[in-house]
């Protein structure tokens, strides 16, 4: 079974950017279809992006969308989301997540997580 790993959370000014990073153990990442996810306190988890097992397709959630981009490599078994003008509206713990249907955003839908990274944006 796969096991996820988040890195590259971190505090950053409003504006600037970073690039989050899914390690996956195991020989099945390219299988799985990968998405981004986000908890604010107080606050439900909210689906950021998606992407398909070739990495030829992706989505996104409107408040994100310009800003972010998901990829993935399935030679390193990793999937990222660079994150450009980030704004505070943006602090959360993000979370990868692997599923099996694409276009979902539907945390449900998803049957693996890693254990989230925090980022935190200051003004």
Request: proline fraction near 2%; charged fraction near 15%.
């Amino acid at each position: 079974q796969v096991q996820l790993v988040e890195s590259g959370g971190g505090l950053v000014q409003a504006g600037g950017s970073l690039r989050l990073s899914c390690a996956a153990s195991g020989r099945t990442f390219s299988s799985y279809v990968m998405g981004w996810f986000r908890q604010a306190p107080g606050k439900e988890r909210e689906f950021v992006a998606g992407i398909n097992r070739s990495g030829g397709s992706t989505w996104y959630a409107d408040l994100v969308k310009g800003r972010f981009t998901i990829s993935r490599d399935n030679a390193k078994n990793t999937v990222y989301l660079l994150m450009n003008s980030l704004k505070r509206e943006d602090t959360a713990v993000y979370y990868c997540a692997a599923g099996s249907t694409v276009l979902n955003r539907n945390p449900a839908a998803y049957s693996l997580w890693g254990q989230g990274t925090q980022v935190t944006v200051s003004s």
